[in-house]
Each structure stands twice: as structure tokens, then as C-alpha cells.
């Protein structure tokens, strides 16, 4: 049995691994701590846990969460996890930091975006916890970093065309919308409820934090360095992100040979579905589950490809992608304890 513990599992990403840890086979949380409801039964502040979980949140130190753990889960906010990481890591402990913390690999680039890093051989140390691009180096792992909402769904949609190289790296553009679920449950004017519903906008234009992000992760796959435009929309949904990502083909093909290409570079991938030519992603196919679906055409008229990636911001998009980076460290199935099937409708 894998004993885990959740540093920081009051948010959503918290609160979302905890739910699926409790259905693992293999696994057992042993502690979740919290500032701010140190003493309070997890059920009290997620009621969803009635009769499922005793825990009460702690605010303890990482030596002494380090002491019940194998397994520890980092939910906690940008510039914070650095802080922890090395402690466990110290310790022997296996850590997976679901802030941004850890994701970008050069110092710089890091500190233009987010502000100064305070431990840069930590940084030097993880591995970017993408399993379908990344799967052996996060298997001998002792730091993963894992991915962002929209990066992962970027990502995985640009993949197949990068590798293969039949894009111009030049032209991509990259238009992603998600679920308020994204922004977290820290109350914020922009988030609520008269705020969002029955609205549709665009933020953080030309400058969102996971640009860099995302073109470390597509420059690996071009071999050459990358820029894309990416712009994120906020949607008057609770959970899901679907992004629309465009690019000048290099090459003459058709709509069935970019499904073809698609499907043998995800061929045997658990968690990457590939729609059918002429089908396209729907967030209700994806919300509740660990996949990524993944729909893709030609423009003739153009001579672009348009793909189109759709998965849920708090499962693939965040905990459930910790939890399958957490088998692969761990050496038991992938898919242990993911749900096979989303919530539709």
C-alpha cells in the first residue's frame, strides 16, 4: 500500500486527488494539510467526503508529513512548492508539484514569468510530467512537475504534426477556453457566479504564464525553438477545457491522413482518443475522466491543419495526470484508480 499525503488539499486540485484517491486500490492517503482549516474534518469542508474520509486537515511541517508519507502530492499555489519540494525530496520521498514551480527548465525563463526561483537545482532535478511524452523519464523520477491545464491539452494536440514535422513551427496559433474551475477556489471578483454566467471572454491576452511553458514542450518535439500565439477564454462552465490549435502544413495531405498520423503516434496510449475523420471533441465526452480527445481536419482552401484537444482541467488537465504520474513512480498500472469513463450527460 502506497502511503500519500497531499501538501496544501484545501483547492480544487486538492480536493480532486483526494477524491480519487479514495477509490485506489493501491493507495491511502495519510495526511492533507491546510493553513487555513488546520483541525477541521475534510468532510466539514467538502461534504462530499461524508462517510468516505476521517482526516482532519492539519498545518504541520513537511519533516513531520514526511515522516507518514511515500508519495507526496504538492496542490499548492505558484512561487510556494519550491519552498517544500527539496525538503522531501531530501527525505527520499517521491513529490509531484502540481503548481508551475517545476515546469520550466531554464531559470530565466522561469523568473521572467513568474518571478524569482529559489531553488534552482531542485528545478534542475524534475522531470515535466506529461506521461505520453515523457513516460520513462518520470518512472525513474524523484520530482515531477506536473503539467498545466493548457499546455497539456496543447501539447498533446500539436504532438503528432511537431514530431513528424509537417507544420510550419512558425504559424501556430493556439485559441483554448476553460472552466471557471480553473482560476481555483480562491474568491475572486472575476470568478463568481455573476461574473461568469451567460458571459464569454478572452483574459491575460498575449501574456498568459503558460506560454513558456508550453513552448519549451513544442520546441523539444520541433527540435528548433518555438513561439506561438495563445490565447486562453474563460467559459461559463464549471470544469473542462477545449483548445482549437491551427498551423500552416508543409506538406500536401488529407483530413484521413492527419487522422492516420494521429492515431499511430497514440497508438496503445490508455488516456488519448482520436475522434473519427470528421468528428470533433465535445467538453460532456471528457468532464469527469482522465482522457484527452483529440479531433483533427484539413483546410484545403488554406493549407491548414486545425486539430482540436478537449479534456477535463481538473482530472488530465491537473490531478488526475498527478495520479498517473504517481503509478508510473510507484511501478503499478497507469490507469489504477482513474475513472474509465466520464460524467455524461
Excluded at 480532486?16 to 495526511?31: C, Y
Excluded at 514535422?165 to 463568481?192: N, T
Excluded at 457566479?193 to 506560454?211: I, L, M, N
Excluded at 497514440?266 to 488516456?271: A, L, M
Aim: aromatic share 8%; proline share 5%.
Amino acid at each position: 500500500m502506497i502511503n500519500v499525503a497531499i501538501y496544501g488539499a484545501s483547492g480544487y486540485t486538492g480536493e480532486e486527488l483526494l477524491r480519487l484517491l479514495v477509490g485506489h486500490p493501491g493507495a491511502r492517503v495519510v495526511a492533507v494539510t491546510s493553513r487555513r482549516y488546520a483541525g477541521i474534518p475534510v468532510a466539514e469542508v467538502y461534504p462530499v467526503f461524508s462517510g468516505l474520509m476521517d482526516l482532519s486537515y492539519q498545518d504541520v511541517s513537511p519533516e513531520a508529513v514526511a515522516e507518514q508519507a511515500d508519495v507526496v502530492f504538492l496542490a499548492l499555489p505558484h512561487g510556494v512548492s519550491m519552498a517544500f519540494a527539496p525538503l522531501f525530496v531530501k527525505t527520499g520521498k517521491k513529490v509531484i508539484d502540481l503548481s508551475a514551480d517545476f515546469r520550466i527548465h531554464d531559470v530565466k525563463t522561469y523568473e521572467a514569468w513568474y518571478g524569482s526561483h529559489k531553488a534552482p537545482r531542485a528545478l534542475a532535478q524534475a522531470v515535466y510530467g506529461l506521461p505520453e511524452l515523457h513516460r520513462e523519464e518520470i518512472r525513474k523520477a524523484k520530482l515531477v512537475a506536473n503539467p498545466g491545464c493548457y499546455p497539456t491539452s496543447i501539447i498533446l494536440g500539436l504532438a503528432p504534426v511537431l514530431k513528424s514535422h509537417w507544420i510550419d513551427a512558425d504559424s501556430v496559433i493556439a485559441d483554448s477556453k476553460s472552466g471557471a474551475s480553473g482560476a481555483g477556489r480562491e474568491p475572486q471578483v472575476s470568478s463568481l457566479f455573476c461574473e461568469v454566467a451567460e458571459g464569454f471572454k478572452a483574459y491575460k491576452v498575449g501574456g498568459h504564464r503558460h506560454t513558456p511553458e508550453i513552448e519549451q514542450e513544442l520546441s523539444a518535439l520541433a527540435g528548433r525553438e518555438m513561439k506561438i500565439s495563445f490565447t486562453p477564454h474563460l467559459l461559463p462552465v464549471k470544469r473542462g477545457i477545449l483548445s482549437t490549435i491551427y498551423a500552416k502544413l508543409n506538406r500536401a495531405a488529407t483530413a484521413a491522413e492527419a487522422a492516420d498520423l494521429y492515431r499511430r503516434f497514440y497508438q496503445g496510449e490508455r488516456f488519448v482518443r482520436i475522434c473519427r475523420s470528421g468528428q470533433f471533441p465535445n467538453l460532456s465526452s471528457v468532464v469527469g475522466s482522465n482522457y484527452c480527445d483529440i479531433g483533427v481536419t484539413v483546410d484545403k482552401r488554406t493549407g491548414r491543419i486545425i486539430i482540436v484537444s478537449a479534456i477535463d482541467n481538473l482530472i488530465k488537465g491537473a490531478s488526475g495526470q498527478a495520479l498517473q504520474n504517481m503509478n508510473l513512480l510507484c511501478g503499478i498500472g497507469e490507469e489504477t484508480g482513474l475513472p474509465a469513463v466520464g460524467l455524461f450527460p
